[in-house]
């Protein structure tokens, strides 16, 4: 696995170590559900596509797109999913979740979160019980005002 994108690499880094967790969650998606008839689909803005155009006066909750639509052949319905990966900790902007809470209400939005070679896969509710009950820090990237969460990974598989 690449380097865990921060906001100190070059755009194109972040985009390549992006890029490498969302293959995963396709082979991973795929594999799990082999012959039954589920899919998913890359949705949202382009990252690649999107680089150098100027989306200053989009509204965040539309950069905050969901990273895939998902049809779940089982139980008959649809979901989105967000692919985060992260290090120890997983450093949730508030912004962002309160977006992803916003499309929870359109389909069910579930986070797929890698570190290293596990994977913590939980619902938007999950994730904002986990932030009622554990008060944790947060903290503020150097270049940027949005506040995040510091969240660590093992409470995410629990």
């Known amino acids: 696995m690449a380097k865990i994108a921060h906001h100190k690499m070059s755009?194109?880094?972040?985009?390549?170590?992006q890029n490498i967790a969302?293959?995963?969650?396709?082979?991973?998606?795929?594999?799990?559900?082999?012959?039954?008839?589920?899919?998913c689909y890359k949705y949202g803005i382009d990252n690649e596509k999107a680089h150098g155009k100027d989306l200053r006066g989009v509204k965040s909750l539309i950069l905050q797109t969901p990273d895939f639509l998902c049809w779940d052949n089982t139980e008959?319905?649809?979901?989105?999913v967000e692919v985060k990966h992260c290090g120890y900790n997983l450093n949730l902007k508030k912004v962002h979740f309160d977006n992803y809470k916003k499309w929870n209400k359109c389909h069910k939005v579930r986070l797929w979160v890698l570190h290293n070679d596990?994977?913590?896969?939980?619902?938007?509710?999950?994730?904002?019980?986990?932030?009622?009950?554990?008060?944790?820090?947060t903290g503020k990237y150097d270049d940027c005002v949005k506040e995040y969460w510091i969240?660590?990974?093992k409470d995410l598989l629990a």
């Open 11 to 17: 755009w194109e880094e972040r985009i390549k170590c």
């Open 22 to 39: 969302e293959d995963q969650f396709e082979m991973d998606y795929n594999y799990r559900n082999r012959g039954n008839g589920s899919w």
């Open 76 to 80: 008959r319905h649809f979901y989105f």
């Open 118 to 137: 596990s994977i913590a896969y939980l619902s938007v509710e999950r994730i904002d019980q986990l932030i009622t009950n554990n008060n944790y820090d």
């Open 151 to 153: 969240i660590p990974f």
